[in-house]
């Protein structure tokens, strides 16, 4: 039977966890992210789970990923400063293609910035955040009942591509306390771990079998070895080999990129006949649709087009989204991010415009809809 | 149960097995080996250095304690025992 | 009698497709691989059950070269990701080696809070007093006045004395041995591995290229002749009279043997009471 629950985004999305099968959660206190960590503190030992609070992000991070490597799913939850921690080990994760969430809490930045109001500036490093060449799979929710389903899709994700998987939350939907839904347990769908079932001698730990290798846990007698260094199929470093380096690059990022239309996730509102376009995400979003329902009532063909996923960036959508929209308003809690994004994927077939919040507050419905009032008067 | 049946010491012996190709002749199995049973070979490995071979004289000095074996850190020498006289 | 051989007895924990390794003449690297499959064979660890964990530099290297689980994580994070493999899969037995920069400098602050924890995993620190994949600069453990790439005019920086750290910190097994020390040192290891709880081992190692050649040992066999000359062991001393200093005797030995409950037992005990 469903359950009706009234949750903050952070508890859902701690709940959420749960459902997908989290056991096992590291992380370490930062407003607004530690009702996470709270949360998964009072309930994994219900759950036969793992909680941990380790010394700091980078350990945290660390923690689970040698914890997916023991069989568990894990999770890690942060805000920006420890989200910048975070990356070295997001890296580790890409590379040795271990499955993994990290909920990242936005607040605004750079730095400690104003550490308990809303902000969206870390859509990039959510991304590009690690260095090198690589993917990630980046999901944000707009309110607490879709921290709820899509961290339990993120989780999933994570397994289907052997990929740490960033939950991109920010402040406003993680303080905030809704409604939420609970299904019933059976009709949750929950991917688990493809894992090798050939003989040891024949299994290759990251030769990929359609688009990922099975993943072979530590204790299942494969006695893999798993690097952060470049390696080949084996696992075995392969530090001087371009060709080597090319072949582990192209299938870390092609397994995201290649399967963009699946993983893609967009809300669409009032798209049918739009002409003008607000782009949103998170919390922003919600005000953007509020503000397309006034231009509707004023008779201006505006529509939304709110990113659940944002990563892969769906480039072909907008690229043929943009054959029918003059001009993408992207209303963002940043300084031009997607906006950027949105810009390079419709190759100049339409105008795209920033609509910035620069922290600390969201954008309201008016805000927004007297620029698409602006765009629709040719301004 | 031959505990009260007076035995006489044991004539313990070793064969020394050596994998001349990993040798990096760093002499720690020269230098610290107890019975100073080995010595630096002439001949080279393939590598180009020079593994360690038993001195003439010494060939049944070897007691078999493996400490050559412990410290070698290429895993090129090891010894095995060989009991004799022991039903003297 | 001396025989050619093939192989070494040692070789079924290595993975002979990776060997030759890639250290140095003289290193002592090899020796705490050697002396840690030793104790492994004689522990009879079923190598499913292993799994080892490494961070980076020339002692980061030794999880690829043994054949188990093997896990070569980012510099300073071994701790950490062996704190969640630990936790995540209590059935393996889970042992760090790494070196003295990874495990304290970069990688301090997880040592300290791994071992006030009681994380049962057993670390071996391999201490070649400099950094030595990177080209011989300073380390944490650089003792007082020694030349290395980054103190070319000697070292002016107080080192750690790892075991101190590790007894203060709340280790409950803490021991230190020279390389020269083989069999004392695989013996050590048994026991470690044994030991329910945060364990730690300081091996002293040899690193003629870097190191040694800067501060008057250019060859490992000069440094090994420097243990034989001038360890002492002091079982049971407290750790905090055993600093390294330069042309003193290094005090090696088992410190710290002491029982307390680890992370994982107490975690047990808190997921029965939250269950009734």
Redesign the interface.
């Known amino acids: 039977m469903k359950k009706i629950r009234f949750w903050s985004g952070d508890i859902a999305a701690a709940e959420g966890a749960i459902a997908a099968g989290c056991r096992f959660f590291a992380g370490y206190p930062i407003t607004p992210a530690s009702d996470i960590a709270e949360h998964m503190a009072l309930r994994l030992p219900q759950e036969n789970g793992i909680f941990i609070q380790m010394e700091d992000e980078l350990a945290s991070m660390a923690a689970i990923l040698g914890a997916s490597w023991g069989g568990a799913k894990v999770m890690t939850a942060t805000s920006g400063p420890g989200f910048s921690l975070m990356q070295e080990n997001i890296g580790l994760g890409a590379i040795t293609e271990t499955p993994c969430v990290v909920a990242d809490v936005q607040r605004a930045g750079p730095s400690t910035g104003m550490p308990t109001l809303v902000g969206q500036g870390d859509v990039m490093q959510s991304r590009w955040g690690s260095h090198g060449d690589y993917e990630t799979i980046v999901i944000s929710p707009s309110s607490p009942q879709e921290s709820f389903d899509l961290i339990i899709r993120a989780f999933n994700l994570a397994e289907l591509y052997r990929v740490p998987v960033i939950f991109l939350m920010d402040e406003c939907v993680a303080h905030m306390s809704e409604r939420v839904v609970v299904p019933p347990k059976e009709k949750i769908e929950v991917v688990e771990r493809l894992k090798p079932s050939m003989p040891p001698e024949q299994y290759m730990p990251f030769k990929p079998l359609n688009n990922i290798a099975p993943m072979a846990i530590a204790g299942m007698g494969y006695k893999i070895h798993v690097t952060g260094l470049t390696h080949n199929e084996k696992g075995y470093p392969q530090t001087t080999s371009t060709e080597v380096q090319e072949w582990m690059i192209r299938h870390i990022c092609d397994k995201i990129r290649k399967n963009e239309r699946k993983i893609r996730d967009i809300e669409e509102y009032e798209m049918d006949d739009a002409e003008i376009a607000v782009v949103s995400f998170g919390i922003a979003g919600r005000s953007a649709k509020a503000a397309v329902k006034i231009a509707r009532k004023h008779g201006i063909k505006a529509g939304l087009i709110r990113l659940k996923t944002i990563w892969p960036f769906p480039e072909e959508y907008f690229e043929n989204a943009a054959d029918n929209i003059k001009k993408f308003i992207v209303a963002e809690i940043n300084y031009g991010q997607v906006k950027l994004e949105v810009e390079r994927s419709i190759h100049g077939k339409a105008s795209v415009e920033l609509l910035p919040k620069f922290g600390g507050a969201v954008h309201t419905p008016m805000e927004i809809y007297n620029k698409i009032k602006e765009a629709k008067n040719g301004n | 149960m031959n505990y009260w049946v007076e035995k006489k010491e044991k004539q313990i012996h070793a064969?020394?097995?050596?994998?001349?190709d990993?040798c990096?002749?760093?002499?720690?199995c020269i230098?610290?080996c107890p019975q100073g049973v080995l010595k630096v070979s002439e001949e080279f490995n393939s590598k180009g250095?020079h593994p360690p071979?038993?001195v003439e004289t010494e060939?049944k000095k070897c007691i078999g304690c493996g400490?050559c074996?412990?410290?070698?850190?290429?895993?090129?020498i090891?010894v095995e025992k060989e009991e004799e006289n022991e039903k003297n | 009698m001396e025989i050619e051989a093939e192989a070494n007895p040692m070789d079924k924990y290595l993975r002979a497709d990776r060997i030759p390794h890639i250290w140095c003449p003289g290193c002592g690297l090899g020796i705490v691989l050697n002396a840690f499959l030793h104790a492994i064979d004689e522990l009879k660890i079923d190598m499913d059950e292993l799994a080892i964990v490494s961070g980076i530099g020339c002692t980061g290297r030794i999880a690829g070269y043994i054949n188990c689980d093997s896990y070569h994580t980012t510099h300073g994070r071994a701790i950490p990701f062996a704190t969640g493999l630990r936790l995540a899969n209590p059935e393996m037995k889970v042992v760090v080696i790494s070196g003295d920069g990874d495990l304290f400098a970069i990688g301090g602050n997880h040592f300290i809070h791994a071992a006030r924890r009681n994380i049962d995993i057993t670390v071996i620190g391999v201490n070649n007093y400099n950094y030595g994949m990177t080209g011989g600069q300073l380390g944490p453990t650089t003792p007082l006045g020694a030349r290395t790439t980054t103190s070319p005019y000697g070292n002016v920086e107080h080192p750690f004395n790892l075991c101190h750290v590790a007894h203060a910190s709340g280790a409950v097994y803490v021991a230190r041995w020279t390389v020269l020390h083989a069999v004392r040192l695989k013996n050590s290891i048994k026991e470690a591995m044994n030991k329910n709880g945060f364990s730690f081992i300081e091996v002293i190692a040899a690193c003629p290229t870097t190191y040694g050649r800067r501060n008057k040992m250019p060859t490992g066999l000069d440094e090994m002749k420097y243990y034989r000359e001038h360890s002492i062991i002091r079982h049971g001393i407290d750790p905090s009279q055993a600093n390294i200093e330069i042309g003193k005797d290094i005090i090696v030995g088992k410190f710290i043997d002491i029982e307390k409950p680890t992370y994982s037992d107490a975690f047990e005990e808190l997921k029965k009471r939250v269950k009734k």
């Open positions: 064969n020394v097995f050596i994998i001349k990993r990096k002749e760093c002499g720690f230098e610290f250095y071979k038993l060939t400490f074996s412990m410290i070698c850190p290429d895993f090129a090891f």
